[in-house]
């Protein structure tokens, strides 16, 4: 059953490829503010059989999938690209498991990403930066009702609701690092960098910020009681520079967050690969090393259905970023 269910999500995704993904359900504008030119599906003519980036790029993007609930239907994000304005934007569809009743639940010129089912399926909750940064927004499968929950400063970059549907699990980034303008305050336009840590820039990206996650109580479509899991610490949770939201799980209970950090600085940091899952106790903010002893590269928690295993990623050794999971 989960082969046939797994072809079928295939064949649908290569069904929509070849499709044109304008606006299907024409009873329905889709939500979202649209000024300006919106980035959609390129129109491209084939001459001479030649297959070209410009063709390749029309096309659109599918991913992030998620089966309904009830499964019966599929959520799904298509990113489109425009060449002249070098740029992309995602967009978001629904489609019945049987590939019929396509529908597009977004079209405008932000991005939405992050799609996932809540309410049983009743609503769909979003990442949108509609409103100038990142934020979670919700809306109905059939488009309508699209409604902004958060207002978080800096923005969001995931999210999870819990299981019960009472809190949020996000990560966004802080500020861990010390800028030469904070430490010289009559200097406000001071781009110089002062650098005192080996890890001063990871990879192409200069480390003053770090991702954090946060929970929060969700009352009435608002976010309150806002708590940084890793308050006051310089470590990242999820780990740089490609961790995301499959780095951070709820419990089937809602009582436990499991998270993926590597818990160094300095030289320790920059030569070594060693990463813990940590759980953190939602009611009392205690937290627990899982993997302790453990040397290797310990990532992407994910509980059993029933919360009596906890299963993840794993390298056996420290050290090494290749070695086999």
């Known amino acids: 059953m989960k082969i046939k269910s797994i072809f079928m999500t295939i064949a649908i995704g290569a069904g929509l490829l070849g ?56 959520l799904y994000q298509v990113t489109y690209v425009s060449i002249k304005q070098n ?34 399926g009743k609503r769909i909750a979003f990442l949108s930066d509609e409103s100038g940064s990142p934020q979670i927004w919700t809306i109905h499968p059939d488009g309508g009702g699209m409604t902004q929950i958060s207002n978080v400063e800096g923005g969001i970059s995931g999210f999870r609701f819990s299981p019960d549907g009472k809190k949020i699990l996000f990560y966004k980034d802080v500020k861990v690092a010390t800028s030469a303008a904070d430490r ?37 479509n608002k976010l309150s009681n806002i708590k940084d899991l890793l308050e006051g610490e310089p470590y990242e949770s999820p780990m740089l520079p490609f961790g995301g939201i499959e780095q ?48 290797g590269y310990d990532t992407n928690p994910q509980f059993s259905p029933d919360g009596r295993y906890l299963a993840w990623q794993s390298m056996e050794r420290d050290g090494y970023e290749a070695d086999k999971n």
Request: include cysteine; hydrophobic fraction near 30%.
């Open 87 to 120: 740029k992309t934007n995602p967009e978001l569809f629904i489609i019945a498991a049987d590939g019929s009743k396509k529908k597009q639940l977004t079209v405008t010129n932000t991005r939405e990403s992050n799609p996932q089912w809540i309410e049983n």
């Open 19 to 74: 499709c044109s993904t304008g606006q299907e359900s024409k009873g329905d504008k889709p939500a979202g503010k649209q000024p300006g030119e919106v980035i959609g599906k390129a129109s491209v003519t084939i001459q001479d059989g030649r297959m070209t980036p410009e063709a390749l790029y029309s096309f659109g993007r599918i991913g992030d999938v998620h089966v309904s609930p009830d499964k019966s239907q599929l």
């Open 248 to 295: 951070l799980a709820w419990s089937p209970d809602g009582k436990t967050i499991a998270y993926t950090c590597r818990k160094k600085t300095g030289r320790e940091y920059a030569v070594s690969t060693n990463s813990d899952i940590y759980f953190y106790n939602v009611e009392t903010g205690t937290t627990t090393n899982m993997t302790e002893g453990m040397a």
């Open 184 to 220: 010289y305050p009559d200097l406000p336009q001071a781009s110089g960098r002062i650098v005192d840590d080996l890890m001063y820039k990871h990879w192409d990206t200069w480390v003053e910020n770090v991702p954090h996650p946060f929970v929060a109580d969700l009352n009435k």
